[in-house]
């Protein structure tokens, strides 16, 4: 069985770069075309997908948050990581991490959740 346990600070201040990192058991990243997703649901709103890294490697975003997030992988550990740099309060949100299931847009494994707030 996959499983996936997200990992990272609780609290980031204003203007600096969120960083998780999602390790996944039971289950290669690389394996054939599955992709591996990071999503977002802020307090009181529903949950946003924010992008994801393929098997191969290729990364695809939300165009809201493209231009500060970066999703990279080392490929050694399992692990892929979430990076959100110049963040506001507005990044408050409890972050999954999941597998996407090939070509489709749903997903079948997915960690517990991390809840990052954004406060000076």
């Known amino acids: 069985q996959v499983q996936l346990q997200e990992s990272g600070p609780g609290l980031v201040k204003p203007s600096q770069t969120l960083s998780l990192t999602c390790t996944v058991s039971?289950?290669?990243?690389?394996?054939?075309?599955?992709?591996w997703s990071w999503i977002r649901q802020p307090p009181g709103k529903g949950p946003e997908w924010i992008g994801h890294?393929?098997?191969?490697?290729?990364?695809y975003y939300n165009p809201s948050v493209k231009s500060r997030s970066s999703i990279s992988r080392d490929t050694a550990k399992n692990q892929f990581t979430l990076q959100v740099s110049s963040v506001t309060p507005e990044d408050t949100a409890v972050y999954y991490c999941?597998?996407?299931?090939?070509?489709?847009?749903?997903?079948?494994?997915w960690g517990q959740g991390t809840q990052v707030t954004v406060s000076s």
């Open positions: 999941a597998r996407r299931v090939p070509r489709s847009y749903e997903y079948d494994y």
């Open positions: 039971g289950g290669s990243i690389t394996t054939n075309y599955y992709a």
């Open positions: 890294i393929t098997n191969g490697g290729n990364t």
